[in-house]
């Protein structure tokens, strides 16, 4: 008997406080509303198109995410 691939998963179901949420297909556009979840993504390989520098009055990411961030909005 041969292993089959898994088939691709196109939907994925979030619970969370006010129920769940269901999210169909596969994200198109990530981005970060915090500075912790940008270290997150750029972690995983995946750098979001746009990121919060999550400091009041600042346009600026912090200086260890500054280069891993060229080009990305704020």
Do not use: C
């Not at 979001?48 to 009041?56: G, L, T, V």
């Amino acid at each position: 008997m041969q292993a089959t691939a898994p088939a691709a998963q196109t939907e994925r179901v979030i619970k969370h406080t006010w129920g769940e949420t269901i999210i169909k297909g596969e994200p198109q556009h990530i981005i970060s509303l915090f500075r912790a979840a940008t270290d997150y993504l750029i972690a995983l390989g995946i750098v979001p198109q746009a990121a919060s520098s999550n400091e009041e009055g600042s346009d600026k990411f912090p200086t260890y995410l500054t280069d891993r961030l060229v080009g990305q909005k704020i």
